[in-house]
């Protein structure tokens, strides 16, 4: 393709007007869609143009299609699901990874976008108390980071049973068995569809969603043959973690493979308010999570982190004459996740923070704290939300951080509501990446609504939460 760059220029001035007319709206504007797909899908279905349309009339065509259809899901009055907001140096690294057109699989064709992975990734392992020897990969989210987990104990086991996946395929395979907790993310069970492990051996919980040991010990002592466990840190419904430490130890004693999905949770890590929750973290196996959550970046950007590099490379590297590999370093990005091409996700993390209780690490790695925030509330809501939270676990409350947006003179606001300062990374280099000291943002706290046993009854796996 070749094109003159002032061809791009009218378009982008279009869509970043289009942009900046959206985030100013926010703060104001209903937060649902005002109609529905079906209504707008008879805008969208006109026929084919037979001619080719000015650039900018298709952003402003789509712009104008689009809007009523869009949710405010980065607006501080959004509460549903776990979804997170987006940073400004996030939002604008995005926009470069668009302008870039990187495909990010190989170091020896993209070496900017694999050295800026290689650093945040390296930050990550940092933060979260990780073993530094381990292999980070960037997903699409905390469902494909958990399918890179998972995918890679599948293949240790198998292999440590004698059965190679590569080679001889699952058919005949020894059967492996996945212990999950009884109120596991439904997502646990989708990917183990995918893997082709069938349906997982449920492990009673408390009141909590927190997986018992002893019952774990006893459904291990139970079985035989290669085996994973697969534990949460942060329970969707309480904010509960499973008792990371003390179950790791009792399915290494077995030789089963550890996941940890911290879609996330996983971030209390870097708290030292909360990491507690999360003793023993680092003795798993793998761990994933998400970056659009917590770090509030675009989607999609999810983590998989592996401890043990060759298993992960070994399960999804592909090696021909046209792949340039990196066999002796750090590993190309493609080794790491289910994609050849892909976007550079991790220039996105430009931006990123965490919200009030995780807490905050400048360049010195001290630890940060917010001013509190408020917002207006009627008595009514205090008098729900006090018994909602009655008997809740000390498990990571707040979900997720609230965008704040400019004034034009410099402040910000969040609909006439007073800012917090939002708690960020931060580090040098990686694109735009960690690095955005000071995030002008909310860091309120959102607690979460009670009990709610909508996720996982009877050992089956509901919806109940967006990822």
């Given at each position: 393709?070749?094109?003159?760059?002032?061809?791009?220029?009218?378009?982008?001035?279009?869509?970043?007007?289009?942009?900046?007319?959206?985030?100013?709206?926010?703060?104001?504007?209903?937060?649902?869609?005002?109609?529905?797909?079906?209504?707008?899908?008879?805008?969208?279905?006109?026929?084919?143009?037979?001619?080719?349309?000015?650039p900018?009339?298709?952003?402003?065509?789509?712009?104008?299609?689009?809007?009523?259809?869009?949710?405010?899901?980065?607006?501080?009055?959004?509460?549903?699901?776990?979804?997170?907001?987006?940073?400004?140096?996030?939002?604008?690294?995005?926009?470069?990874?668009?302008?870039?057109?990187?495909?990010?699989?190989?170091?020896?064709?993209?070496?900017?976008?694999?050295?800026?992975?290689?650093?945040?990734?390296?930050?990550?392992?940092?933060?979260?108390?990780?073993?530094?020897?381990?292999?980070?990969?960037?997903?699409?989210?905390?469902?494909?980071?958990?399918?890179?987990?998972?995918?890679?104990?599948?293949?240790?086991?198998?292999?440590?049973?004698?059965?190679?996946?590569?080679?001889?395929?699952?058919?005949?395979?020894?059967?492996?068995?996945?212990?999950?907790?009884?109120?596991?993310?439904?997502?646990?069970?989708?990917?183990?569809?995918?893997?082709?492990?069938?349906?997982?051996?449920?492990?009673?919980?408390?009141?909590?969603?927190?997986?018992?040991?002893?019952?774990?010990?006893?459904?291990?002592?139970?079985?035989?043959?290669?085996?994973?466990?697969?534990?949460?840190?942060?329970?969707?419904?309480?904010?509960?973690?499973?008792?990371?430490?003390?179950?790791?130890?009792?399915?290494?004693?077995?030789?089963?493979?550890?996941?940890?999905?911290g879609?996330?949770?996983?971030?209390?890590?870097?708290?030292?308010?909360?990491?507690?929750?999360?003793?023993?973290?680092?003795?798993?196996?793998?761990?994933?999570?998400?970056?659009?959550?917590?770090?509030?970046?675009?989607?999609?950007?999810?983590?998989?982190?592996?401890?043990?590099?060759?298993?992960?490379?070994?399960?999804?590297?592909?090696?021909?004459?046209?792949?340039?590999?990196?066999?002796?370093?750090?590993?190309?990005?493609?080794?790491?996740?289910?994609?050849?091409s892909?976007?550079?996700?991790?220039?996105?993390?430009?931006?990123?923070?965490?919200?009030g209780?995780?807490?905050?690490?400048?360049?010195?790695?001290?630890?940060?704290?917010s001013?509190?925030?408020?917002?207006?509330r009627?008595?009514?809501?205090?008098?729900?939300?006090?018994?909602?939270?009655?008997?809740?676990?000390?498990?990571?409350?707040q979900l997720?951080?609230?965008?704040?947006?400019?004034?034009?003179?410099?402040?910000?606001?969040?609909?006439?509501?007073?800012?917090?300062?939002?708690?960020?990374?931060?580090?040098?280099?990686?694109?735009?990446?960690?690095?955005?000291?000071?995030?002008?943002?909310?860091?309120?706290?959102?607690?979460?609504r009670?009990?709610?046993?909508?996720?996982?009854?009877?050992?089956?796996?509901?919806?109940?939460?967006?990822?």
């Amino acid at each position: 393709m070749s094109a003159d760059p002032d061809d791009y220029r009218q378009a982008l001035e279009r869509a970043k007007a289009h942009a900046l007319d959206w985030l100013s709206s926010l703060p104001t504007r209903p937060v649902g869609p005002r109609v529905d797909a079906d209504t707008l899908a008879a805008g969208f279905a006109a026929p084919l143009p037979l001619q080719p349309t000015d650039p900018a009339e298709v952003i402003d065509e789509l712009a104008r299609l689009a809007e009523p259809g869009l949710m405010a899901m980065t607006s501080g009055r959004f509460f549903g699901w776990v979804i997170g907001g987006t940073l400004p140096a996030a939002l604008a690294a995005d926009w470069l990874v668009s302008a870039w057109d990187q495909n990010a699989g190989m170091r020896f064709a993209t070496p900017a976008t694999a050295a800026a992975e290689e650093a945040a990734g390296g930050w990550i392992l940092d933060l979260l108390g990780l073993p530094d020897g381990a292999d980070v990969g960037f997903t699409t989210g905390a469902t494909m980071a958990n399918f890179v987990g998972l995918a890679a104990g599948r293949d240790h086991v198998l292999g440590g049973a004698g059965w190679d996946v590569a080679i001889a395929g699952l058919a005949g395979a020894p059967r492996v068995a996945v212990y999950v907790g009884d109120e596991r993310h439904a997502v646990i069970d989708l990917v183990l569809r995918y893997l082709g492990l069938g349906a997982p051996i449920v492990v009673p919980a408390d009141d909590q969603g927190r997986m018992l040991p002893e019952a774990l010990a006893a459904a291990l002592n139970q079985g035989t043959g290669p085996a994973i466990v697969c534990l949460q840190a942060g329970n969707v419904h309480s904010g509960a973690f499973d008792p990371v430490g003390e179950l790791t130890d009792l399915a290494h004693q077995h030789g089963a493979w550890v996941h940890v999905d911290g879609a996330f949770g996983l971030w209390a890590a870097v708290s030292p308010r909360y990491r507690e929750q999360l003793a023993g973290l680092d003795t798993a196996d793998s761990w994933a999570t998400d970056a659009h959550k917590t770090l509030q970046v675009p989607y999609d950007c999810g983590m998989a982190i592996v401890a043990r590099p060759a298993e992960l490379r070994s399960t999804f590297g592909v090696h021909t004459s046209y792949l340039f590999a990196d066999e002796t370093g750090p590993g190309d990005p493609y080794e790491k996740v289910p994609e050849l091409s892909r976007r550079a996700r991790c220039s996105g993390l430009g931006g990123s923070a965490l919200p009030g209780p995780i807490g905050h690490r400048d360049a010195g790695g001290a630890a940060g704290r917010s001013r509190p925030g408020h917002r207006r509330r009627t008595g009514s809501h205090h008098r729900r939300r006090g018994a909602q939270r009655r008997g809740l676990h000390p498990g990571l409350r707040q979900l997720r951080r609230r965008r704040a947006h400019p004034t034009g003179d410099g402040r910000t606001t969040q609909g006439g509501n007073r800012l917090d300062v939002g708690f960020v990374l931060a580090g040098p280099g990686c694109a735009a990446g960690l690095r955005e000291q000071l995030v002008d943002g909310c860091g309120r706290r959102r607690r979460i609504r009670g009990r709610r046993r909508t996720g996982l009854r009877g050992g089956r796996a509901q919806p109940s939460d967006g990822i």
